[in-house]
T-cell receptor, first 111, second 111 residues
Framework: GESVGLHLPTLSVQEGDNSIINCAYS??????FIWYKQESGKGPQFIID?????DKRQGQRVTVLLNKTVKHLSLQIAATQPGDSAVYFC??????????FGKGTRLHILP | AAGVIQSPRHLIKEKRETATLKCYPI?????VYWYQQGPGQDPQFLIS???????DKGSIPDRFSAQQFSDYHSELNMSSLELGDSALYFC??????????FGPGTRLTVL
């Protein structure tokens, strides 16, 4: 069965505000998570990843937080821009390189 | 930088016909993955190949087969097409156990 999932199907955020997209997983043995961005008509694009030996990882304008106690991870996008409009997937790489995607969250940027 | 190439980008077939989707990985990548994404759904892993050998198998129907050739390109063969096969088919490539890079996808429509 599915091991990752998202809390909300759609998120609307004012341009310039921070966005937070949440994800829950069920398998406590899961140890490698990836966030993908998928724009309309394109393939998923790697944003950031995190392993279970970390609880936070930062990239350019993005931060991923991992809470292993409650099996929850989040993607934070700072100063959201129109180009951030997309569907965001949390995913798990199960060690054999097979990526299991969760349900996506569509991020809408309000002007 | 070179990306994953998929062809064709769009394909329309009738029920019970066959289709062949092609994937050309990023140069020097030795691993290819196929994913299926139905309308409004998350991508589902189908099958992967490493060094021309099948390395993992997901929810791929028996009507589908795939292979990786000596030049590392891969083909997904789909027979006895059904309406439910209409989807986006993504190929991704990577170096073994490294980040997967997704292609733009082939949109298959079965009428």
């Amino acid at each position: 069965g599915e091991s990752v999932g998202l809390h909300l199907p759609t998120l609307s955020v004012q341009e310039g505000d921070n966005s937070i997209i949440n994800c829950a997983y069920s398998n406590s043995a899961s140890d490698y998570f990836i966030w993908y961005k998928q724009e309309s008509g394109k393939g998923p694009q790697f944003i950031i990843d995190i392993r279970s030996n970390m609880d936070k990882r930062q990239g350019q304008r993005v931060t991923v937080l991992l809470n292993k106690t409650v099996k929850h991870l989040s993607l934070q996008i700072a100063a959201t821009q129109p180009g951030d409009s997309a569907v965001y997937f949390c995913a798990e790489n199960k060690g054999d390189d097979k990526i299991i995607f969760g349900k996506g969250t569509r991020l809408h940027i309000l002007p | 930088a070179a990306g994953v190439i998929q062809s064709p980008r769009h394909l329309i077939k009738e029920k019970r016909e066959t289709a062949t989707l092609k994937c050309y990985p990023i140069p020097r990548h030795d691993t290819v993955y196929w994913y299926q994404q139905g309308p409004g759904q998350d991508p589902q892993f189908l099958i992967s190949f490493y060094e021309k050998m099948q390395s993992d198998k997901g929810s791929i129907p028996d009507r589908f087969s795939a292979q990786q050739f000596s030049d590392y390109h891969s083909e997904l063969n789909m027979s006895s097409l059904e309406l439910g096969d209409s989807a986006l088919y993504f190929c991704a490539s990577s170096l073994r156990h490294s980040e997967q890079f997704f292609g733009p996808g082939t949109r298959l429509t079965v009428l």
